[in-house]
């Protein structure tokens, strides 16, 4: 893979001087088309050995291009805040918006080569995230980023050459240090290992640029080629293409699924509903204030027919908590800065730190839901998003959320009632609308999406809790206690296995068991 | 991701006898029009939990469609034969041809499974297996296969009940041993590690069909249903994607690459050439009689320009071998068989036993080279298959082959003479073609395609060796003495590093060592 990278590539200074005003004017003129069409965000990977020349390629683009639309992201250590959230969490934010060019001088490769080196990452590990970084590099190609990654290479001569370059000139002496040297001696496993990730991240939709990095104007002039080329066939349109998906065949043979399954008969009678619920808020209560809590976070995701009561079982959770300790987040249609990122962008902003609580109110079921019923997005992007959300809540588990997902359902007829009421009363009238009503109309279509979303994305970590919501009692109940006992679960080392989905639970009893 | 199926779906008798027969015949006709068509090999899938009804299924589909054109694959305890190849071999031989539906009774997902389970297979290696599967499986679909995968799901108590009753039918009884009980047992093992292995290999190229086992009519009809639609959709050209794929942006600033920097000139004279040619062939065949080389197998891989001298070196090479030892792979067009099969097909069934040496006299670099130059596949296809390459030659590498690669250069002018000499004598007549003369003119396409397969496909596992062949006895000492220090590094049990590309052989001083 380097062999095209060790020849000695050399670009004499008079062709240099020549090629670059046109360069820049070119590379100028992209930027603005860039943002003009505003549709393609572009992640500009600055990745490759100590002393090849990254810090000078950033610095020689910033001079080239208009500065004010450019964006660098380093990361050294993670902060605290970092920490605390999925390992790609500070990549996810750092993205660059449609028709932006951000370059990141250290990336989602830099953990995973250093870290194996050091010997704190086994090869296993490693190859665990190049599978996640490459699920991750192909959401950003599906959702229209051009994805341009260069690895500048030198030989183990050339580096050594470049470093003592960098020590004799007293404007960059102090970037070399002795990390650096020592880096040097174990160039073998620093080529072994980029090697192998570089090979298993060279994919068809993101291949790695490897370029010889010791002449800088022969790396500059290169590194602004590709890139402008680059812009311009994809300003041009080229060849944009969504990874295969296969179209569901949808088969119901006996009519019978998940949804129309639910018992929504269920009730439960006011005096045991305040007695019921004073018992789930203060277990929630302890559940949350306890000190082993402090390693894990929970995110509550709410989904459910318009007027099924996701406010009010939202209130019955957050009545148990000090508001200091979450967050609600109600999603509504994305802002001009969301529409400008990858669709999961504004969703992976509010992820909570740990020990803190999420709330969603509505959330990214919305690609398959709303979106998929609306025709908002293509076929083959909610297709493919089953895959995004489930990948994307994994992480979430593995960095120590406690997923909690319901599903609010309520009868048609419940849900006439209920519109109905609401317009009768002033301060409710704002809550419904004239998309309410339409939605309604397509009641059916719905139905299908939420028994595809239930199948493709109730998971081990992550599962969905149908929640009988005719009776808001029963509903606002069955929320409650299945939230507890999964914190339980996890709190008290177990696995967090979810309570079972549709169970009768067994309310009556346990509210007698209390009392006796 | 299991809940729709655990509802209890029945199907009943009158409805299933009236279902029955006109799904049969909508299936012989989807058969015949796949077989008609000749475009689409599909892949079905049967896995699932004991007793919940795989074998049944692969039963009644036999019953309904016509035999002749289906065929099943069962894979138990890998035969020796397997066992001496990458794990995934035994699959790639038992791949449908184009038209044609195989049953897959058992799978690439049994043996993860199995071993995760069986607690010989660590979390991290199933993810790596995760990974390997999703690429071979994306393979397929961009080669145009239909990959349907059924899981059959059942309840713990559901699978209890289908033991039971398979136990006291006394046709069935046969098949229910203790190790089945034994399983019921390890349940909610078993079904953390389905979930974690459905979920990571839920694809949206090929998403796994889970259904409920436990009725046979509603079990046998709903994938008799599916299957049924599934083949309808793809035949009628229903969203035929492939994994998206960046375009190259092809800069060479300074007009050097890998075989513009090739010293043609390289020579060693006859005298030299004899001792040199005495001395690696003696190696040669001490190391492929070594004891340690039972381990291993070598794929020695000869591409070049034409009239290189690709015959001449192999020839060299198989002097010091056995011929029971080694097989000689010659490509030339694919017969209508290997046509029927994804573009790898005719590759993998070449791949030697441990132990043994085979040399493939042209390649699967095919696609990249000679296909990609001539338009014989869509960009979108040569571009993916570096990636499938490299994908292939790692797995090879991991199941102990030495994976030996070169290119054969010459020079236009070297070209010119050689295919006028070929010309005049008369045996070697039939060596020259209007097609070589036509490939002639596209040297500056192929001189790219060569950079960017070296570029992309020389792996740490599996590097390519450029050879100066200008000089016929320069060559073949460069492609015997590589091919030696290859084996030799692995067989003392170093990392089998290659010997520098380009390196200038310092023939002369070792041959005077010799001497000495």
């Known amino acids: 893979m380097f062999e095209s990278a060790e020849l000695g590539h050399k670009i004499d200074k008079e062709t240099y001087k020549q090629a670059v005003p046109e360069l820049r004017a070119a590379l100028l003129e992209a930027q603005y088309e860039l943002r003009e069409q505003g549709k393609i965000p572009v992640v500009v990977l600055v990745s490759g050995q100590d002393g090849a020349g990254k810090g000078e390629t950033i610095n020689i683009l910033y001079e080239w291009m208009d500065p004010r639309f450019l964006s660098t992201l380093a990361f050294s250590t993670p902060t605290d805040e970092e920490q605390q959230r999925p390992v790609m969490w500070r990549y996810w934010r750092a993205l660059p918006p449609k028709g932006r060019i951000s370059m990141f001088a250290g990336s989602w490769y830099s953990s995973p080569i250093h870290d194996h080196i050091e010997g704190t990452m086994t090869q296993a590990a490693v190859d665990q995230r190049i599978d996640q970084i490459n699920r991750f590099e192909a959401m950003l190609v599906n959702e229209g980023a051009l994805v341009l990654k260069f690895w500048f290479h030198l030989t183990r001569e050339g580096q050594r050459r470049r470093l003592k370059a960098l020590e004799k000139d007293p404007r960059t002496a102090w970037r070399v240090t002795q990390w650096n040297w020592d880096r040097l001696k174990t160039y073998d496993k620093l080529q072994e290992t980029v090697g192998h990730v570089l090979r298993m991240t060279n994919t068809p939709w993101a291949p790695w640029i490897i370029m010889e990095g010791e002449d800088d104007r022969y790396r500059s002039l290169t590194t602004g080629k590709i890139l402008l080329d680059a812009i311009r066939q994809r300003l041009a349109g080229a060849n944009k293409q969504t990874t295969p998906v296969a179209i569901p065949v949808p088969i119901n043979l006996d009519g019978r699924d998940v949804l129309s399954e639910l018992n929504l008969s269920h009730k439960i009678v006011k005096k045991d509903f305040e007695i019921e619920l004073a018992k789930w808020q203060g277990k929630l209560s302890e559940l949350v204030r306890d000190p082993r809590f402090k390693q894990h976070s929970v995110i509550c995701v709410f989904e459910g027919s318009d007027a099924a009561g996701k406010g009010g079982a939202i209130r019955r959770i957050t009545a148990a908590m000090d508001a200091r300790d979450y967050q609600i987040i109600p999603i509504a249609a994305p802002t001009e800065e969301e529409r400008a990122q990858p669709y999961m962008w504004r969703f992976?902003?509010?992820?909570?730190?740990?020990?803190?609580?999420?709330?969603?109110?509505?959330?990214?079921?919305?690609?398959?839901?709303?979106?998929?019923?609306?025709?908002?997005?293509?076929?083959?992007?909610?297709?493919?998003?089953?895959?995004?959300?489930?990948?994307?809540?994994?992480?979430?588990?593995?960095?120590?959320?406690?997923?909690?997902?319901?599903?609010?359902?309520?009868?048609?007829?419940?849900?006439?009632?209920?519109?109905?009421?609401?317009?009768?009363?002033?301060?409710?009238?704002?809550k419904i609308t004239d998309e309410d009503w339409r939605n309604r109309e397509k009641w059916a279509e719905y139905h299908t999406a939420i028994c595809d979303m239930v199948d493709r994305t109730s998971t081990g970590n992550a599962p969905w809790t149908l929640v009988e919501a005719n009776d808001k009692n029963y509903g606002r109940i069955k929320i409650l206690k299945t939230l507890c006992e999964r914190l339980e679960a996890v709190i008290i080392g177990n696995t967090g296995k979810p309570a079972k989905l549709n169970e009768s639970t067994k309310l009556k009893k346990s509210s007698n068991q209390k009392k006796s």
Chains 1, 2 share one sequence.
């Open 348 to 430: 992976w902003r509010h992820i909570p730190r740990i020990g803190r609580v999420a709330i969603f109110d509505r959330s990214w079921y919305g690609r398959v839901l709303v979106e998929r019923v609306e025709g908002f997005c293509a076929e083959a992007d909610w297709l493919r998003a089953y895959t995004e959300i489930n990948d994307f809540e994994h992480e979430l588990a593995a960095s120590g959320a406690v997923i909690v997902k319901f599903w609010l359902q309520i009868s048609k007829e419940e849900q006439l009632k209920r519109f109905k009421e609401r317009e009768k009363v002033e301060f409710k009238r704002f």
